[in-house]
């Protein structure tokens, strides 16, 4: 090798993409951002099929669709027009105008990639989570239709979403290893917020700490039906089961720790 020239091999990909050649802003094509802020579109598209069977939710990019699973037809996806703002003053609550309204003229809902999209079990709620922190909820009518009633912002990249039987809770995990939970019907004066400094909750509309996986990227989460569990994978080869609180609220944490599982030879997605 000649002397002054780098011994670091160049990984292999498209021109743009992480690591390999060519200006990166050139690169558009669906691959995996998690490293890169260039990559635009999700690796593959994902899929949630309503509990009915009778919709079906497709994201790929920054984009999502809902579709008639018996006739083919696109379900409108739209912003909420009566939802009422939580906090009197606060210009951006995730109940307000702003929050609620796509994105631009073209009706994208996300800024980056769509990581995760979710139906709850009641069939009332979707869910999507995207690389732009953003946590959207919309609300299904009887038109039918889907309208965004909620936008919340994580503090690292939402990897994952999860909803607990009933659909009040929505919990979602992100790339720092942390779970972070919200309540789909909020009302006025109930506390949804955590206080970090403090360790107290406060009546705020942000997500709320559910529990962490000491820095480790959690890459799903679920809730077994008809468990009181909530089960996450990281990307330290592990899974864990914690139990879920039934007598106080989940907002306060779910410190108890079910089981750990532990074989896996990889990151678990």
Known sequence: MAK??????????PPGAEGGAGPSADYQGPGESWGGEHMNQAAAPILAMHPSGAHVAVAYGKGVAVFDTATGARIPLRAASDVPSIGEGVAHTPASPAMRAPLDPSGDWHAEAIRAIAFDPSGRFLATAGDDKAVRLFAKTDEPAYECVRRWHDRKKPSALAFDDAGTHLMFSNKYGDVHIVLTDRKPGDAVGTDHEYEQLKEIDHPAFLLGHCCA????????RGSSLLVTADRDHKLRASNLPRTVPLIEGSWDIQSFLFG??????
């Open 4 to 13: 002054g020239k780098s011994k670091r091999k160049q990984k292999d990909g």
């Open 217 to 224: 990227v959690v890459t799903d989460c679920v809730c077994p």
């Open 264 to 269: 896996h030879l990889a990151f678990v997605s």
